[in-house]
C-alpha cells in the first residue's frame, strides 16, 4: 500500500511538472501570437493610409495579363460551334 501511495505521489508530482511546463509555453505562444496581431493592425493601419491610386495602378496591367493569349478575349463568345 504504500509502495501505490508513493508511486501516486510522484505521478501526481510529475503530472504537475509537465502541467506547470505547459502554462510556461501557452503563456509563451500567447506573448508571440499577440505580437503578431499587433503586428499585423499596424501594417493594416498603414495600408489604409495609402492613397488608393498606389493600389489600383496595378489594376490594368493585372487585367491586361490576365487575358487569354491566344486571341479568345474579344469577347465574342458565341462564334464558336457547339455540335
Not at 20 to 28: F, S, V
Not at 47 to 65: C, E, H, Q, W, Y
Amino acid at each position: 500500500m504504500v509502495n501505490f501511495l508513493d508511486w501516486n505521489c510522484d505521478y501526481v508530482r510529475s503530472l504537475e511538472n509537465r502541467l506547470t511546463a505547459m502554462a510556461a509555453q501557452a503563456d509563451q505562444d500567447r506573448h508571440s501570437v499577440g505580437k503578431r496581431v499587433d503586428d499585423l493592425l499596424e501594417d493594416s493601419k498603414k495600408l489604409l493610409m495609402l492613397p488608393f491610386s498606389t493600389i489600383a495602378d496595378g489594376f490594368p496591367k493585372l487585367v491586361r495579363d490576365n487575358l487569354p493569349r491566344s486571341g479568345e478575349g474579344s469577347g465574342n463568345h458565341r462564334s464558336r460551334r457547339r455540335r
